[in-house]
């Protein structure tokens, strides 16, 4: 009798994983709860519907008959392509958006491998961004969003939480184009936990909120909007920064942050090179809104790097507050890995009037990309020697390309060969990859 190859057992797991995602009591509960499952036999179950959807989407199409195909292929039956174009209703979008709170909460209950020593200094490192994504015009009834050159257009945003220290998400929710970020800050606060660190743009910058998260335990760090105004801890007169830079070329100091709600933080203000901040001032001079008018302050201060943080100056140099919001960076790269490896744009249906059929296919492809991040790029994250060396933008186009091989292919060895082959970051001599800049922070 021969002996079980563990290559082959791990090939397994890894395969089942994807699978067992979809199938079972949970998946069962979540179709009956939802409405989508009406009949004991009908011919698309959930499973049938997502699976069916990724492997679509893996081919570069998306059309109804498309899915109904590769539907029919994997369940050795016939399905029509107005059999999915019916289930593109409330119910269906009910039961996907069931499904990916599902995924998000078993990810989060996983035990993943802390990927370095910063972990000694932070619970976790969160990530709070949003990405919008354009729609076909007919939508914008649903999804109303900016208008550019006279025609409105339809605009979806996901709303994300990036956990970056597991490689998890904490949320991902969705909305359309013209619900501000200011107006989902407070969504981070029943996700906060003592110790946890949380990167967020400006656009995120709510002063209430930023107290709620140092009255929880956490700590910050946020770029400083232009308008917010700071004073003296000791005086409570007014900081003209502009001033105060042009004298002394730097600024790390507890200030009170806010006109009304004076709130001790800390701020910390460091140059940017020449050609960093020359090209931030002539993206500013560009702005296509014609009625933003920056005065010569403003420009001013795009030579800074301008955060405000509770981070104490006695445990954190200004430099490493530099050092941790950089890797805010990591979002725009995941960002990037779904519009451009998974095509979430270019993939979107034309001509579409059916708000559900979006709304369906937005939770799939998040499903699809927490599938790819928990269950694939975190299964090889933890491999020794090649866990930092992991490029996820060329993981991403690996898996979405190859799915529906991925998930056939016994051999782990082979794969795990062409994932060191094809997904690690190339060698450079000038800049450090975000697994290294990490590991440098927590050194």
Avoid at 96 to 113: C, I
Avoid at 115 to 136: C, G, K, V, W, Y
Avoid at 378 to 405: A, C, E, Q, T, V
Wanted: hydrophobic share 35%.
């Amino acid at each position: 009798m021969k002996a079980n190859c563990p290559s082959r057992n791990e090939s397994r797991d890894r395969i089942s994983k994807i699978y067992r995602r979809f199938e079972g009591k949970r998946i069962i509960k979540i179709s009956r709860l939802s409405g989508f499952k009406q009949r004991e036999r009908g011919k698309i179950s959930a499973k049938r519907l997502i699976l069916g959807f990724m492997t679509m989407v893996s081919r570069k199409m998306n059309t109804y008959e498309a899915w109904a195909q590769e539907i029919s292929l994997s369940a050795h039956l016939s399905v029509s392509k107005q059999a999915i174009e019916e289930r593109m209703n409330p119910k269906t979008t009910n039961m996907l958006k069931m499904v990916l709170a599902d995924e998000l909460e078993k990810s989060l209950s996983s035990k993943h491998r802390q990927l370095s020593q910063a972990s000694q200094a932070f619970r976790s490192i969160h990530i709070e961004d949003s990405t919008i994504f354009n729609l076909p015009s007919e939508l914008s009834f649903a999804f109303p969003g900016n208008v550019s050159s006279g025609k409105k257009k339809s605009q979806a945003k996901v709303h994300a939480l990036y956990n970056y220290t597991n490689n998890t998400f904490g949320f991902l929710d969705l909305y359309s184009f013209t619900r501000n970020d200011q107006s989902l800050s407070s969504r981070i606060i029943s996700f906060i936990q003592p110790g946890d660190l949380i990167l967020r743009d400006m656009g995120f910058l709510v002063l209430d909120v930023l107290d709620q998260i140092n009255a929880q335990g956490g700590f910050f760090i946020s770029r400083k909007s232009y308008q917010i105004q700071v004073f003296d801890l000791k005086t409570h007169q007014e900081i003209n920064l502009i001033e105060t830079l042009r004298k002394k070329n730097f600024f790390d100091k507890e200030v009170l942050v806010g006109k009304t709600k004076k709130i001790k933080m800390r701020l910390v203000v460091i140059p940017v090179p020449p050609d960093q901040a020359s090209s931030r001032r002539r993206k500013a001079k560009k702005d296509r809104d014609k009625r933003t008018k920056h005065d010569q302050g403003y420009y001013e201060l795009l030579g800074y790097n301008i955060f405000i943080t509770n981070l104490a100056q006695t445990h954190f140099l200004p430099e490493q507050i530099q050092e941790f919001y950089g890797l805010r960076w990591q979002i725009e790269i995941i960002f990037k890995t779904w519009k451009s490896c998974f095509s979430m744009e270019k993939l979107m249906p034309a001509k579409c009037i059916n708000p559900y059929r979006i709304y369906c296919q937005i939770y799939l492809w998040l499903v699809f990309i927490l599938l790819f991040q928990t269950a694939w790029y975190n299964h090889y994250l933890d491999k020794p020697n090649i866990n930092y060396n992991l490029s996820i933008l060329k993981m991403g186009r690996f898996f979405s390309l190859h799915f529906d091989r991925i998930i056939a292919e016994n051999n782990e060895d082979f794969i795990r060969t062409l994932i060191i082959s094809k997904c690690s970051y190339d060698r450079r001599k000038d800049r450090l990859n975000m697994g290294q800049k990490y590991e440098k922070i927590a050194a």
